[in-house]
């Protein structure tokens, strides 16, 4: 059994526990009185309760208004409720609703919510980076997809934050090489970093042990500029004063050696 199936029938068994009841008898659009009952119970993060009125009215209402919003209220509900599970579901209820309905008017809700999906599982920088790639992947799509969406400002918000962390990683690799004094494989590091990623939050230790790097290889006109990119394009860095008191001591040995 897949890991999709798995959690599937998990959610299913969890729901046959018990949970809201049907509209009542007469109800002259129950339809509706299910998503606002939903509606509520996702307001009140009652993940559980939410997913079964917007489940029922998603499996009995096919024709309903309301199916649409159903399906990314179940969504929600599943990343609401913080599991990983609930993570791979919501993932799949995005999915499918981009799958049936790719012009509607919440599509960029439901691939910014797809995104998400991935980005909540990312890890740290030191263990495995598929979610983060794949979070990368799903905004990617966002931007080039929605262009005019009001959400355009928080997507690149996260797209950056996900980003940085796929950079992290590298950047982590690049250091415990130049800590184990390997300046070769941290010299290609960190300049595969930068390639990748120019702006990269905190590019300004890869600048610094970049340079740092060349020095100690003795490739002193190749540190130079990396140095002085970070006092150019960082007002406050860890890095800052080592870096002036380095860029100092260089020029002053470059002058030095063209008056031999």
Not at 7 to 34: I, N, R
Not at 150 to 155: C, F, K, S, Y
Not at 165 to 180: C, I, K, M, N
Request: hydrophobic share 35%.
């Amino acid at each position: 059994m897949s890991r999709l199936s798995l959690v599937l029938l998990m959610s299913v068994l969890a729901a046959c526990a018990g949970g809201p009841s049907d509209p009542p008898t007469g109800t002259p659009e129950p339809d509706k009185f299910l998503f606002e009952r939903g509606t509520a119970a996702l307001e009140e993060r009652k993940w559980l309760n939410a997913r079964e009125y917007f489940r029922r009215l998603v499996d009995t209402y096919p024709q309903s208004p309301y199916r649409a919003d159903a399906k990314l209220g179940i969504g929600d509900s599943y990343l609401g409720d913080g599991t990983t599970e609930g993570k791979i579901l919501g993932i799949n209820e995005f999915r499918e609703f981009l799958t049936f309905f790719p012009t509607h008017r919440r599509a960029d809700y439901a691939q910014y919510k797809l995104g998400m999906g991935h980005f909540l599982q990312m890890l740290a920088p030191q263990r495995d980076q598929t979610e983060t790639r794949e979070a990368i992947k799903e905004f990617e799509t966002f931007v080039e997809r929605y262009p005019n969406s009001p959400l355009m400002g928080e997507v690149r918000e996260k797209l950056r934050a996900a980003r940085d962390r796929l950079a992290s990683a590298d950047y982590e690799v690049g250091l415990f090489y130049f800590r184990s004094r390997w300046y070769p494989g941290a010299i290609d590091r960190f300049k595969v970093l930068l390639a990748r990623d120019a702006e990269y939050t905190f590019r300004d230790a890869v600048y610094f042990h970049l340079a740092e790097s060349l020095v100690r290889m003795n490739q002193t006109a190749e540190a130079l500029p990396y140095f002085e990119r970070l006092v150019k394009e960082f007002e406050k860095s860890e890095f800052l004063e080592e870096t002036q008191k380095r860029i100092t001591e260089l020029k002053a040995t470059n002058a030095k050696a063209k008056t031999l």
